[in-house]
């Protein structure tokens, strides 16, 4: 069974880091690619950042762009989040997703939350 879990999550005050951890078990390595979304209240799920079994990384979208960083462990299913210079808009519940043999497997998601 294909689990998903994220870690990490927290409050932090404006301009702080903090780093979410993201790891997948119970599937047979092969190509993958595991991204990062958010969801604020009020708003749809957006892509953070992905990055492939490869170390391919997908481009950033402009709110995150130069803060947040994703990297992989190179020998596990695991997939981390580095979030600096953090806003009070990069409020949301952070999801990792799994994609793996055409199928897209989600976690429960971790709240980071930003204070002015």
């Known amino acids: 069974q294909v689990q998903v879990v994220e870690s990490g999550g927290g409050l932090v005050q404006a301009g702080g880091s903090l780093r979410l951890s993201c790891e997948a078990t119970?599937?047979?390595?092969?190509?993958?690619?595991m991204s990062w979304y958010r969801q604020a209240p009020g708003k749809e799920r957006e892509l953070v950042a992905g990055?492939?079994?490869?170390?391919?990384?997908?481009d950033y979208p402009d709110s995150v762009k130069g803060r947040f960083a994703i990297s992989r462990h190179r020998t596990k299913a695991t997939v981390y989040l580095q979030m600096n210079s953090l806003k009070p808009e990069d409020t949301a519940v952070y999801y990792c997703?799994?994609?793996?043999?055409?199928?897209?497997?989600w976690g429960q998601g971790t709240q980071v939350s930003g204070s002015s």
């Open positions: 990055i492939t079994s490869t170390g391919i990384v997908t």
């Open positions: 119970g599937f047979t390595f092969g190509n993958y690619g």
């Open positions: 997703k799994l994609r793996v043999l055409y199928r897209d497997y």
